[in-house]
């Protein structure tokens, strides 16, 4: 079992780019939720997919958003980026949703110049 | 925004010593979770407690929660020199909410 598998690992934009991450999921699970860590602070939820729709978002803006697969995985996409956009993005996958505790992938280190 | 609030924000201890580390939260939960995180890279589920439950053991982990003050609490016994990492509590507050949100974490170091 591959676990929760994001790519790339690393990514440097300029200002004002657009940016597509992506995750693929444990295996049987059918939720994504995506998270971005800024540095020395707790992951802060962005939003989660289901059923291939966005059922819960949290306090970002209208530029971050996503999709999710038939096969589960899903990408987040970022346009207009900001220096403030550069964090650690998380993906967690989970089976119909938190409650029993998530899996997380590695992450993938965004860095805006 | 954060829910919780991880208290201390850095924690040094020898190996072989208990490490506690605390969380305070806001709302209320469904359950409670800790996570490890290892040099900035992905999060580790640790442990779940639930909000009708007190206390729950996993290994060389114990947590507890108090839902009347909002705080758990991690300890983790026997330190090892590989259990530094950082330390999140994630709140899940049911109640149609599918996020976890966390606090900003305590990063403990053991020192061999």
């Known amino acids: 079992d591959a676990g929760v598998t994001q790519s790339p690992t690393h990514l440097i934009k300029t200002r004002g780019q657009q940016v597509t991450l992506r995750c693929s999921p444990k295996s049987g699970h059918d939720t994504v939720s995506w998270y971005q860590q800024a540095l020395g602070q707790g992951p802060q939820f962005i939003f989660q997919?289901?059923?291939?729709?966005?059922?819960q978002r949290g306090n970002f803006p209208d530029r971050f958003s996503g999709h999710q697969f038939p096969n589960y995985s899903s990408e987040l996409n970022v346009n207009a980026l900001l220096l403030g956009d550069s964090a650690l993005y998380l993906c967690?996958?989970?089976?119909?949703?938190?409650?029993?505790?998530?899996?997380f992938g590695q992450g993938t280190r965004l860095t805006v110049v | 925004s954060q829910q919780g609030e991880e208290d201390p924000q850095a924690l040094s201890i020898q190996e072989g010593e208990n490490a506690t580390m605390n969380c305070s939260y806001k709302?209320?939960?469904?359950?409670l979770q800790w996570y490890r995180q290892n040099s900035g890279r992905g999060l580790v589920h640790l442990i779940l407690?639930?909000?009708?439950?007190r206390e729950k053991h996993s290994g060389r982990l114990r947590v507890t929660l108090d839902t009347s003050k909002k705080s758990s609490s991690l300890l983790i016994t026997a330190s090892r020199a590989a259990d530094t990492a950082s330390y999140f509590c994630a709140t899940d507050s049911g109640a149609g909410s599918y996020q976890l949100t966390f606090g900003k974490g305590t990063k403990l170091s053991v020192i061999p």
């Open positions: 709302t209320s939960i469904n359950n």
């Open positions: 997919y289901y059923e291939e729709e966005e059922r």
């Open positions: 967690a996958s989970s089976l119909g949703g938190p409650r029993a505790g998530a899996f």
């Open positions: 407690i639930r909000s009708n439950e």
